[in-house]
């Protein structure tokens, strides 16, 4: 059974900072890419960054040079730091890491997600 944790979300101020993390845990081997999507209301979840395994990393256009990704690969955790939110990063954030399973079978397991709500 493998679980993902996020934790950090909260309420901040228009230009203030928050930063994201996601635990797992359960039987894991390794894992693929790694990344944090985000969902507002009445909108379709949308990605805002992804990370593999040996770093390389990819951004939504609306976060670029505000967020970054990072992952800690000996404790399968990856975080998000978010710089200069706008009330439009309000969204409620999940995690999302891609673990492979063997016989070329990767699986995409989700956190429960963590609400960030900047206001303005």
């Known amino acids: 059974q493998v679980q993902l944790v996020e934790s950090g979300g909260g309420l901040v101020q228009a230009g203030g900072s928050l930063r994201l993390s996601c635990a797992t845990s359960g039987s894991i081997f390794s894992i693929n890419a790694m990344g944090w999507y985000r969902q507002a209301p009445g909108k379709q979840r949308e990605l805002v960054a992804a990370?593999?395994?040996?770093?390389?990393?990819n951004y939504a256009d609306s976060v670029k040079g505000r967020f970054t990704i990072s992952r800690d690969n000996a404790k399968n955790t990856v975080f998000l730091q978010m710089n200069s939110l706008k009330p439009e990063d309000t969204a409620v954030y999940y995690c999302n890491a891609q673990i492979p399973k063997g016989a070329g079978i990767t699986i995409a397991y989700w956190g429960q997600g963590t609400q960030v709500t900047v206001s303005s």
């Open positions: 990370i593999s395994r040996g770093g390389n990393t």
